[in-house]
């Protein structure tokens, strides 16, 4: 008897998460050999999916953290921006505070969500007072251990520099020409606290304008 | 059984016929983008896509850069579609996001014609959530699965007004579920086919993929073929892994695939188009002006069989 296709790729798709109902002899070398194919798929793409951060890290590194997020069920969507949130989450909290490797995977982030607001997203500015106002959905301020300048060099095969203190913010937001530029330390300021009632109105309302931060719902 | 014709001499008139095609390859040159080298381009859309989830519905939404870029460097060349996202066979349903965008690109980007491959990239989980498989994997040539795919294949012929293609696809999996009316993947594609009325992609570097590792002889696996129901061509490299033969798309087209398309052209009333494929990490390797080269060849053996054929018409 026939399985349906419903069953068929059901039990297919529960075999591929580890489940003993594949439809298919997995012993036979044919489905061995579709999932090497698959794993060097999901492993590609999550490589693709993160390829700035993950240049920062030691070839081992690197490998250990791909093999482990594939482990994880990752590498999977066919969409690269799809896989770069996934891995990216993934990678956010596995790598040590403070690296470079964390920063620019924040920045990596920052940037993906900057960009998703400047294609959806207008920034709204209540005429006159400023009122209530909270960090923008599409906004975000990374920290940088160095010169944000030389560490980017570092990706087109510069020295990296060595791990300071958090010494240079930058803000990525989607009303920002380019979607980042350096903050200032009253905007980092206004950022970390969001003590808005100490900052001026001006800095609030150019912040406003530029989705960094938002009126709240 | 409901007809199926792309010959523009009777379905289309006024249309040229198209010859050989390319994927569109920013890195590379944009001469390799003139009407001396190519006759059209194959756009596979999701390149130009991200998927995003917008108020809880993804959406593919263009990567306004590169789909701008895309647009600049061929849109004076006839296009046709390729999607890679579609998931026609998978039981609970096609990928929607996919057909948006066709909606949107039919006007944004217009199309002679659509293809897919013919498979399933989704399944359902336990909790009735639709989840990616990885890797797309050949359908069971069965019975309910011709059905279910020649209604969705019509369906998106009729939306689109153009013809529908299905492409065969290259896979390792040996003994899959069959009814023995269907019998194999060439009983399920035309069984497809002649159901739907659309037309097939016939990939023969898949075909050859197929043949090799299943141990068949390439031109009986082309012999199986029912060339009057043949829309396009690909042509492709591979090479071997762990045994294997694979559809790898990395270089080169083989000598022996060349052969099949003498033989597919020699047999055929009429191939409107024949696209040679390569993905994009393999280009730099490859390199322009051996891309260049099997271009060329491509078009010189499609024009002499499409002469015959004018001869013989």
């Known amino acids: 008897m026939i399985q349906s296709l419903a069953a068929f790729q059901s039990n297919l798709g529960r075999a591929l998460l580890g489940e003993d109902t594949c439809p298919i002899d997995t012993q036979s070398p044919g489905f061995r050999f579709t999932m090497t194919v698959r794993r060097s798929w999901c492993e590609g793409r999550s490589i693709m999916a993160a390829r700035a951060v993950l240049s920062f890290m030691t070839r081992v590194d690197q490998q250990r953290l791909v093999r482990e997020y594939v482990d994880h069920g990752g590498g999977l969507a066919w969409f690269q921006a799809t896989e770069s949130e996934r891995f990216l989450a993934f990678l956010a909290v596995k790598l040590p505070e403070p690296s470079h490797a964390l920063t620019i995977c924040r920045m990596s982030q920052a940037l993906a969500k900057a960009r998703l607001g400047s294609s959806t997203v207008v920034p709204l500015v209540k005429q006159g007072e400023v009122g209530l106002v909270e960090r923008g959905r599409h906004a975000a301020l990374v920290w940088f251990y160095a010169d944000p300048g030389e560490v980017m060099a570092a990706l087109n095969g510069g020295q990296l520099p060595p791990i300071g203190p958090p010494s240079h913010a930058v803000l990525f937001a989607p009303g920002i020409q380019g979607l980042f530029r350096v903050a200032t330390e009253a905007e980092a300021a206004l950022w970390d606290t969001l003590a808005v009632a100490n900052a001026t109105p001006a800095l609030v309302s150019a912040l406003l304008m530029e989705g960094v931060l938002a009126h709240p719902p | 059984m409901k007809p199926f014709d792309l010959d523009p001499r009777r379905t289309a008139p006024g249309r040229n016929p ?296």
């Open chain 2, 18 to 313: 198209l010859g050989v095609g390319f994927g569109c390859h920013l890195s590379l040159p944009e001469a390799l983008y003139t009407a001396d080298l190519l006759d059209f381009v194959e756009i596979t859309p999701e390149i130009y896509h991200r998927a995003e989830n917008v108020e809880d519905c993804i959406r593919l939404l263009p990567e306004r850069t590169l789909f701008d870029a895309a647009l600049g460097r061929c849109g004076s060349l006839p296009i046709v579609m390729h999607s890679v996202s579609l998931s026609i066979g998978s039981a609970h349903g096609m990928y929607r996001p996919c057909l948006e965008m066709m909606d949107r690109l039919q006007t944004e980007w217009p199309f002679r014609w659509y293809s897919e491959h013919l498979q399933f990239q989704t399944t359902l989980d336990t909790d009735g959530k639709s989840t990616e498989t990885g890797i797309p994997f050949p359908l069971p040539a069965t019975n309910e699965v011709a059905e279910l795919v020649a209604d969705r294949a019509a369906f998106i012929q009729n939306r689109y007004g153009v013809p529908f293609l299905l492409e065969n696809p290259a896979h390792y999996l040996p003994d899959l579920p069959a009814d023995p009316d269907i019998g194999d993947e060439f009983g399920l594609m035309e069984a497809i086919l002649l159901r739907s009325g659309c037309g097939q992609l016939l990939d023969l570097h898949n075909l050859y993929c197929n043949a090799v590792n299943f141990n068949l002889n390439p031109a009986v696996a082309l012999s199986r073929i029912n060339m009057d129901r043949v829309g396009e061509i690909h042509i492709a490299g591979g090479s071997w892994r762990d045994g294997f033969y694979m559809d790898a798309h990395d270089g080169r087209v083989p000598e022996a695939v060349w052969d099949l398309l003498e033989q597919a052209l020699s047999s055929a009333r009429y191939i409107p188009a024949v696209v040679f494929e390569i993905l994009d990490e393999y280009l730099e390797r490859v390199g322009p002006d051996a891309i260049a080269q099997q271009l060329e060849r491509a078009r010189n053996t499609w024009q002499r069989y499409r002469a015959v054929a004018q001869v013989g018409a």
